[in-house]
């Protein structure tokens, strides 16, 4: 069977400081504090109204990778 990592609570400096929208694989089951923090942030960066950095998404669009 294939080998998958799971994102963890030790991920998220990491992942807090990149500019995706989306992370994969988390479990609530295997380390839930891990998703509910990641949401959080995502949810308050959404509320402080800072403008965010767009280009890396539409560089995807226009296939500028």
């Given at each position: 069977t294939p080998q998958?990592?799971?994102f963890s609570v030790a991920d998220l400096p990491?992942?807090?400081?990149r500019h995706?929208?989306?992370a994969n694989?988390?479990?609530?089951t295997h380390e839930p504090a891990a998703?509910?923090?990641?949401?959080?942030?995502i949810y308050n960066?959404?509320?402080s109204?800072?403008?965010?950095?767009?280009?890396?998404?539409?560089?995807y669009m226009?296939?500028?990778?």
């Open positions: 998958v990592c799971i990491l992942l807090m400081g995706e929208l989306f694989k988390f479990y609530v998703l509910h923090c990641l949401d959080e942030h960066l959404t509320l109204g800072e403008p965010r950095d767009s280009s890396l998404y539409q560089n226009t296939g500028n990778k």
